[in-house]
């Protein structure tokens, strides 16, 4: 039996054990070609325990209750974010979402989900978005920003970045939906009142979503690339269900839907539209 030899051990049986506690718990698959992966992003809590064999570290999170197994989740979990990543969705959500609300009069309120919000980069961009496009107008806007991740979560919901992450932003909207402290001048903070358009909550899109909905839009981006076919078909129905009709649907831009067109029509660039 082969083992990774480095800094800890790691047997081929002890990364099947992690693989299938992976899949049990977040829906996201690790083929063999991750294991490099998964050991690099496991190597700090095996370093934090005090422990050397992976062997040692398994039985803490077989146990879904124990403590260990939150950690587990957050370490193998990606956050790769930014603000106005993939801003061709950004431009839709303006130029098409927003001027259909703008016609319409049905209703006074739009509901956004932003299903994977990592560090909040992604429903910071869809409030700043909303409302400068419909500042001024009667409408009522509210992004629920969901993650498996807690970690990530607290860092969204404090809303304060190194400067750095917002470089490539206008600096109208530097100045118009962050704040500037003269003690840390290197990190910024978005503005309460973006702040509160968003609610975070800890969410696994593998269990209950006790949310109502309907929304009028969902953000998830660049998760079902994790997950295997049956796991992308069950999560793609929800969001089916907790879209209104006509609603829209943003993936990755790596990612292609099988079997959208049961509840979803592709407008091309990764949007989908609720039939």
């Given amino acids: 039996m082969s083992a990774i030899q480095r800094e800890f051990t790691m047997s081929d049986e ?60 957050n370490a193998i979990t990606t956050n790769l974010t930014s603000f106005f990543r993939e801003p061709h969705h950004f431009d839709f959500l303006e130029d098409t979402f927003c001027e259909e609300v703008i016609r319409s009069s049905k209703g006074s309120k739009i509901r956004g989900w932003s299903a994977a919000c990592s560090t909040g980069e992604e429903p910071y961009s869809a409030a700043i978005t909303l409302s400068e496009k419909l500042m001024g107008t009667h409408w009522d806007c509210k992004i629920l920003a969901t993650d498996l991740d807690s970690k990530v979560l607290e860092h969204a919901s ?12 206008t600096a109208d909207r530097k100045k118009k939906w962050f704040l500037s402290d003269p003690n840390r001048p290197d990190v910024v903070k ?86």
Avoid at 62 to 69: K, P, R
Avoid at 208 to 237: A, E, S
């Fill in 190 to 275: 978005v503005k309460p009142s973006l702040q509160a358009m968003i609610k975070f909550k800890r969410l696994n899109l593998l269990e209950g979503w006790p949310m109502k909905g309907p929304f009028d839009f969902i953000f998830c981006r660049n998760v079902f690339i994790y997950f295997d076919l049956p796991t992308q078909q069950k999560i793609l129905n929800g969001f089916a269900e907790k879209l209104r009709p006509g609603g829209y649907l943003f993936i990755g831009h790596s990612e292609n839907l099988h079997d959208a067109g049961k509840h979803f029509d592709s407008l091309g660039k990764t949007i989908y539209q609720r039939r």
């Fill in 14 to 73: 002890s990364f099947k054990t992690v693989s299938e506690l992976a899949y049990q718990y977040t829906g996201i698959v690790f083929g063999d070609h991750k294991k490099d992966m998964v050991y690099g992003r496991l190597a700090r809590r095996m370093r934090e325990l005090g422990l050397k064999d992976m062997t040692d570290y398994c039985p803490l999170i077989t146990d879904s209750g124990h403590d260990e197994v939150s950690k587990f989740i």
């Fill in 158 to 169: 404090h809303g304060i970045y190194d400067k750095d992450r917002i470089k490539s932003l």
